[in-house]
Each structure stands twice: as structure tokens, then as C-alpha cells.
């Protein structure tokens, strides 16, 4: 059985209870080196053999999970954040099923919402933005054209941006050219609830500068929009005019 595991964000203690569970039962692990904190491994049997997949290819990776299922050994597959959000989890899963390799998978902690609580912010604000755009820019991965960020600009939605902080000139760029003013808050997450920490806050027009000036290549996420400014409507679930299934509305 192979269980793939999101780490969380950075902070051993933000891995979930169940997959905490299972890194200690593993036989087997193997984690994504460039981003899993290594603190994670110290709950690893002593027996368990551990390889970085930093430096292995997809083959070497389901070499290892093949030999193991051989031997009825445990593996986990250990990706940052939540496994679902750039994990390159599909290409695993399609050649589990091709070899009837049995597998789960447990959710993590993304990054994002990692970025967030360190931010002490609100993605999603009443009469500010309710949707979220999760995105990146194209870097050597190509990104679909309609996906590009000018067109996805145009919603001025809250726009997340992973495996972007060494393109900030083409995100500032693209994100102006689509539509979000120079003054739009931007703010930036390295290392997100790691201890080396920092954030960054300014506004698209600034963004690449401070980002230069702070030193962020890396291991960052970008995010922008009004919710992280100051003006937004109060939500209707705590109004207390507002009636819910809960909760009866109080007379105007
Ligand atoms: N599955 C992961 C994302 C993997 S893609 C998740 O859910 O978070 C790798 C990108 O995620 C990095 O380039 C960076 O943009 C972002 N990232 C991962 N961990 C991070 C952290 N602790 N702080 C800020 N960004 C992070």
C-alpha cells in the first residue's frame, strides 16, 4: 500500500494527525526533499528506509514503491502542502493503477493557507472578491493560453500564485495589463510557517523591487487583491439582522 501524505506547509506540528500516523508506521518514504521540512522524518521507524525525490526521476520513484509492495511494505509518498496543488501526484497514481498498486491519499496543509494564517488574512471578503484564482506564471512548465495571467486578470479576483516568485517583473506585468490596478495590495510568503519566515507587503506596482530588495528567488507565494487591503462588507452569517437555519435574524 502506498499512502501519499501532504507535509503541510513547513512546520512539522502542521502535518495532519492521520498522516502523522502514517509516517510513523512507513516502511518506506519517500519525500519531496526540495520542500518537506526534514523534522518530519525524525518520526520515522528506525528501520524505515527514507529516499529524497529531489533526486530521483518518476521511473526511480515507482521503482522504489514497486520493490517495496514486493516486499508487503508501507509507503509514503511525502509531498508539501496538500498533495492536490502542483504535487505531480496524477503520473504517480496512473502507474500505481497500471501495476494494481493500491493507494490513498491524505490531504494536507497547503501552502496557501499556510501564507494565510501568516498573514492573518481573509482570501475571500464580502463585496470584495469570492472567488480565488490559484495560478501560476509560465515558467519552463507551460501554462494553457487562455490560463495566462493577463486573461485570468480580468475577474480581479484574490489571485494566488505558486512556482512564480523568480517571474515577478512578467506577474506584475500581466496582472496590470489584464486589469488589477498598479495599487492593488500584493503581499509575499517565503517559507511560509517555516522559521527562517518572511513576509513581504506592498503593492503590484512594487511588487518585483521589494521582492529583489527582500531577496525572495524562491519558495514564495505571491498573492493579490483587495483582501488585503482595509475596505469590505461585513458577512451576512454573523449579521445580526440576518436570519439562518441557526439562528433567528433580529427585528430591524
Ligand atoms: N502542494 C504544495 C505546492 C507545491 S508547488 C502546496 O500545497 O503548498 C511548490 C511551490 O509551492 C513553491 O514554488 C512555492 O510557490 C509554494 N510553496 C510551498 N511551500 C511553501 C511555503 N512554506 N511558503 C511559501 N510558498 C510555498
Redesign the pocket.
Known amino acids: 500500500m502506498v499512502h501519499f501524505v501532504?507535509a503541510g506547509?513547513?512546520a512539522p506540528d502542521l502535518i495532519t494527525v492521520r498522516g502523522l500516523h502514517y509516517l510513523k508506521e512507513a516502511d518506506v518514504i519517500i519525500y519531496a526533499g526540495s520542500?518537506v521540512n526534514p523534522a518530519l522524518l525524525e518520526y520515522a521507524k528506525e528501520s524505515c528506509e527514507v529516499y529524497n525525490s529531489a533526486y530521483m526521476n518518476l521511473e526511480e520513484v515507482i521503482k522504489v514503491m514497486e520493490e517495496a509492495e514486493r516486499n508487503g511494505k508501507m509507503t509514503v509518498r511525502l509531498?508539501?502542502?496538500?498533495?492536490s496543488?502542483?504535487?505531480a501526484i496524477r503520473e504517480q497514481i496512473d502507474e500505481l493503477k497500471e501495476r494494481r498498486i493500491d493507494f490513498d491519499i491524505c490531504p494536507?496543509v497547503?501552502?496557501?493557507s499556510?501564507?494565510a494564517a501568516s498573514l492573518k488574512a481573509e482570501y475571500t471578503l464580502p463585496e470584495v472578491s469570492q472567488s480565488i484564482i490559484i495560478s501560476r506564471a509560465q515558467g519552463r512548465t507551460g501554462v494553457p493560453e487562455r490560463e495566462e495571467l493577463r486573461e485570468l486578470a480580468a475577474h480581479q479576483s484574490t489571485m494566488i500564485l505558486?512556482?512564480?516568485?523568480g517571474l515577478a517583473d512578467k506577474v506584475r506585468d500581466e496582472l496590470i495589463l489584464g486589469g488589477y490596478g498598479p495599487n492593488t495590495p500584493a503581499a509575499v510568503?517565503?517559507?511560509?510557517?517555516?522559521p527562517e519566515e518572511k513576509i513581504l507587503r506592498t503593492t503590484l506596482e512594487h511588487l518585483p523591487e521589494e521582492m529583489e530588495r527582500e531577496g525572495i528567488k524562491?519558495?514564495?507565494?505571491i498573492i493579490v487583491g483587495r483582501v488585503l487591503g482595509d475596505e469590505y462588507a461585513k458577512s451576512k452569517l454573523y449579521d445580526a439582522a440576518f436570519t439562518t437555519e441557526f439562528r433567528r435574524g433580529r427585528e430591524q
Do not use: E, N, Q, R
Open positions: 501532504g506547509p513547513g520542500l509531498h508539501t502542502g496538500d498533495p496543488i502542483y504535487g494536507g497547503s501552502s496557501m499556510g501564507a505558486f512556482l512564480s516568485s510568503v517565503y517559507k511560509a510557517t517555516w524562491k519558495t514564495a507565494l
